[in-house]
């Protein structure tokens, strides 16, 4: 069936250093990858997504590239900013419509 | 808009204790769903509704029950609380009445079955 795995957090940055959380997937035919981020306190925002191969979601500094040939959407940001403490959820969408997530990769960044 | 508004934020049930976490969204989205969160496992979809009078299960359902007799409100019930539901819910709703679109979550409920 289909899946997600992510990296196991917490992730731990200084402020202004280079972020990657890996996400890889299993899954038939073509998903749709997702990106969601948790707020201490708050539901589950959708951060970027992608729906093809090849296709690169961004969205406030972060990236994401939809690699089918290594069945991979890293996340990736430039530059870190304490605001951006979280916990980011990978996810995919496939031929059932319904979303299966990642395990949640917390991030602390410290300034 | 609220968005999709979950109470309670925290709960502690004993064991055979029944509850119902109240889920509301204001934004007329048809579809709205029930996901729990445990560590180390993601989330996962309890139940869904894809509109008012509608619902069907998801992946976990055993042990909860579900309604949606208006479109606002898409409540939880647990009948006989088990220490196995200790765990984070979170209620989303989605625009249409497909989960192809975007899901707008709420805040979470984190609930304590002793």
């Known amino acids: 069936g289909n899946s997600v795995t992510q990296m196991e957090g917490p992730v731990t940055l200084s402020e202004e250093a280079f972020l990657t959380i890996n996400c890889t997937y299993t899954a038939t035919g073509y998903p749709s990858l997702f990106w969601y981020v948790q707020y201490p306190g708050e539901g589950l925002q959708l951060l970027l997504k992608?729906?093809?191969?090849?296709d690169k979601g961004s969205n406030k500094g972060f990236e994401a590239t939809y690699r089918k040939e290594t069945t991979s959407f890293h996340l990736e940001k430039g530059s870190v900013q304490v605001s951006d403490s979280a916990v980011y959820f990978c996810?995919?969408?496939?031929?059932?419509?319904?979303?299966?997530f990642g395990t949640g990769t917390r991030l602390q960044v410290f300034p | 808009n609220a968005g999709v508004t979950q109470t309670p934020k925290f709960q502690v049930l004993k064991t055979g204790q029944s509850m119902t976490l109240q889920c509301a969204q204001d934004m007329n989205h048809e579809y709205m769903s029930w996901y729990r969160q445990d560590p180390g496992m993601g989330l996962r979809l309890i139940h869904y509704s894809v509109g008012a009078g509608i619902t069907d299960q998801g992946e976990v359902p055993n042990g909860y029950n579900v309604s949606r007799s208006t479109t606002e409100d898409f409540p939880l019930r647990l009948l006989s609380a088990a220490p196995s539901q200790t765990s984070v819910y979170f209620c989303a709703s989605a625009g249409g009445a497909s989960r192809k679109n975007e899901q707008y979550f709420g805040p979470g409920t984190r609930l304590t079955v002793t």
């Open positions: 996810a995919l969408r496939g031929n059932t419509d319904k979303l299966i």
């Open positions: 992608a729906t093809k191969a090849d």
